[in-house]
């Protein structure tokens, strides 16, 4: 069922519907029976309605995943209160996204336009960005070793801890985003290629090889890039929130439709959001073989079953809390995103030299 967690309403059952009563979103969701495949899950095959009540100001935004609807006067309550509604298939991809018109600085916004047209600015941006991701790719990895009783496995983790250790060194200073990008690229491999390593339980169930999208091949690939479009989702909100806009960004090249600095924001959060979450829920035996499908093809996706478990455990892990190395302070992980996002304005205005990203402890 349809759940509120973290200010998030998340809509997973197909044919779901929202409407408003005054300041509060009435939502029904359909029950189907059991094992009706999912091209057959339509309203008027439903056996059940179940209903929930949540006042506006509850929410923050609302993510539709697959066919379900809202009534024009719920997307009015919606834009009314600044929350905005995130269309996604049912694999994670955004579609589209509603506000009401943006309340927001056009200064800020002017700024962070000129800085994306400045070739170095852009690079030394970028540089950070990808120096945040690599060193939290180590991190990871390191704790993956610490963690392992097998010897072959620790010697091929290390090896890849070193590259990506010199990695971040080659950085320093550099601002030729073709040469980021590079760097980028040849750590993503280099992290990938011993990903499996860091799976205790069910390696045989979830074998991975290397990163593979639209479509994953592999459970590990359809779980990683299901993960990334909810991160991807936060980051759009939290820019939208400061006011600078997620489509131009430093680092990713912008494309018609492509969130680049959202994108960008997200590279540090995924291998300590994202991937340690993934391999979490696989060790721990949380996710299993049962809650993915595979389409002809080769495809693999989530069944509705994975998605709503995977969506649980992103917004359990959102609402724990750590403390921010800059700030020394302690905030929800759900906070970090709108935190960096701030950061990032900051350097824009000229407040601090650097974008600093988050590294955890």
Known sequence: MSGVQQNTLYLVTPGSYISRDHLTLQVEVPVYPDGLPPEQRERKAAIDIRKLSIPIHHLESVCVFGPSTLSPPALDLCWEHGVAVNFLSEHGYLQARLTGVADTSVLLRRTHFRVADDLAKCGAIARQIVAGKIQNSRNSLLRAARETERDPDREQLQTVIDALGRQVAELAGQEDRDKIRGAEGLASQLYFSVFSLAL??????FSFTTRTRRPPRDRVNCLLSFLYALVRHDCIAALTGVGLDPFVGFFHVDRPNRPSLALDLMEEFRPWLADRLAITLINRQQIGPDHFKEREGGAV???????KLVIKAYQE?????LTHPLLEQELRIAQLAFVQARILARHLRGDIPDYIPFVPK
């Open 301 to 307: 996706e989530f069944s509705e079953a994975g998605r």
């Open 200 to 205: 205790k339980q069910q390696r045989e169930q």
């Open 317 to 321: 892990r959102k609402q724990e809390r």
